[in-house]
């Protein structure tokens, strides 16, 4: 069975950093490209950032909106992928969601606040 | 960027009545394979998306076939036979041929 899970979000000042982690089990995680979406409240779903495998060289590639502020990575022995979020805006306030290129699973989300 | 215009922004059905969802982009989603990366999620309230069908017109694994996708190049259409009071929620389209990856705005489904 497939499984996600999101950590890292909170309550953070605007300015402020984040890091975001996704660790995942049930498939072979270094053939497949991971991607963040973010959902801000009672909003639509917006893509964030994807990162290929190996074989792409781990090619990234991210929204406009948030380019130069975030930095997608991954750990293939961890299963993991990872998303740094900087200079953080109140606009930035989402669910943040990690799932698999393909978009048919997906993690519960993990809540980002920026407030002061 | 590909802009997908998604139609109704709500809908009221009762059950057992189809229902029909309409996504266009703004450019052809044929990718350099020929393959057309168009899905579409249904998130259920408080839920995760749940991917209901792929490249246009695959059903995923579970989904029950009163859901049908159908369309090409730049004209989807997301269609549920006789809608059931589980099926409420809100339906995107999101094309995935073209970066940046983008999602239609939501049709929100109501029982009526």
């Known amino acids: 069975e497939v499984q996600i899970l999101e950590t890292g979000g909170g309550l953070v000042k605007p300015g402020g950093s984040l890091r975001l982690s996704c660790a995942t089990s049930g498939f072979n995680f270094n053939d497949y490209f991971m991607n963040w979406v973010r959902q801000a409240p009672g909003k639509g779903l917006e893509w964030v950032a994807q990162i290929r495998n190996k074989n792409y060289n781990y090619a990234t590639y991210y929204a406009e909106s948030l380019e130069g502020r975030v930095t997608i990575s991954r750990d293939d022995s961890k299963s993991s992928v990872y998303l740094q979020v900087s200079s953080l805006r109140a606009e930035d306030t989402a669910i943040y969601y990690c799932?698999?290129?393909?978009?048919?699973?997906w993690g519960q989300g993990v809540m980002v606040t920026v407030s002061s | 960027d590909v802009v997908m215009t998604q139609t109704p922004v709500s809908l009221s059905v009762a059950i057992g009545q189809p229902a029909s969802i309409s996504c266009k982009s703004s450019?052809?989603?044929?990718?350099?394979?020929?393959?057309?990366?168009l899905n579409w999620l249904l998130q259920r309230p408080g839920q995760s998306p749940k991917r209901l069908i792929y490249?246009?017109?695959k059903l995923d694994s579970g989904i029950p076939d009163r859901f049908s996708g159908s369309g090409s190049e730049t004209d989807f259409t997301l269609k549920i036979s006789r809608v059931e009071a589980d099926d409420l929620g809100v339906y995107y389209c999101l094309q995935g041929t073209h970066f940046p990856l983008t999602f239609g705005s939501g049709t929100k489904l109501e029982i009526k």
């Open positions: 450019q052809s989603l044929v990718g350099t394979s020929g393959k057309t990366y």
């Open positions: 490249l246009v017109s």
């Open positions: 799932t698999i290129y393909g978009y048919k699973h």
